[in-house]
Every structure is written in structure tokens, then in C-alpha cells.
């Protein structure tokens, strides 16, 4: 029933910036967490950033002062603003919502992000 759709992501030159978009449909009983993980070639995923059902947010230490994350709660969307992309920043990146009546993972399909000159 649900579905994250992401969108937003493509090719960057170091420097530019993305603003990645992610809309849930289907319904989500209690939205806990909603987030973004990326996963660079050969690497772990990891939590880029997240924002929580209190509104806090946090950030990987290696994208804090560049990526903002927010959301529109009247479209279940979450967004992800990327600002002086670094190379580092190739991935794919993927969206994360936990339904915590649930407790379930949703996950989008993932886009790509390339950071190159």
C-alpha cells in the first residue's frame, strides 16, 4: 500500500546543488521518522539526514552546514537540499519513512546523485 517516490536526483558539478523530493502515498499510521540514507560504491548505507516526529533533525557529520532536510506534511513529502556537492557525495540515495504504529520500513527505489567536473 505504501510507496515512497523519490525524485530530484542526476548529474552535479562540485559546487552545484540538488534538491532531492520524496512523496509517500498509501497510508502510514504514525510517521516516527523520515529520512535519507545513501550508499556510495563500496561503501555501507548510511543516514544521511532525518527528521523526526518532534521535529528534530540530524545530520551526518560529513554533509552538516550543506544538506538541509525538510517536509511538507499536507503531501507527505520529504525533502532533501544538498548545497556544495562534494564528489564524496556520489550515491545513491535513498528515502526512509518508519511507520511506528507499525513498526515498519518503507523505502523509496533510490536515485543517483553523481558529483563530477
Known amino acids: 500500500q505504501v510507496q515512497l517516490v523519490e525524485s530530484g536526483g542526476g548529474l552535479v558539478q562540485p559546487g552545484g546543488s540538488l534538491r532531492l523530493s520524496c512523496a509517500a502515498s498509501g497510508v502510514i499510521f504514525r510517521v516516527d521518522f523520515m529520512g535519507w540514507y545513501r550508499q556510495a560504491l563500496g561503501k555501507q548505507r548510511e543516514l544521511v539526514a532525518a527528521?523526526?516526529?518532534?521535529?528534530?533533525?540530524n545530520y551526518a557529520d560529513s554533509v552538516k552546514g550543506r544538506f538541509t532536510i525538510s517536509r511538507d506534511n499536507a503531501k507527505n513529502t520529504v525533502y532533501l537540499q544538498m548545497n556544495s556537492l562534494r564528489p564524496e557525495d556520489t550515491a545513491v540515495y535513498f528515502c526512509?519513512?518508519?511507520?511506528?504504529?507499525?513498526?515498519?520500513?518503507?523505502w523509496g527505489q533510490g536515485t543517483q546523485v553523481t558529483v563530477s567536473s
Open positions: 526512509n519513512v518508519v511507520d511506528g504504529i507499525r513498526v515498519t520500513n518503507f
Open positions: 527528521i523526526r516526529s518532534g521535529g528534530n533533525t
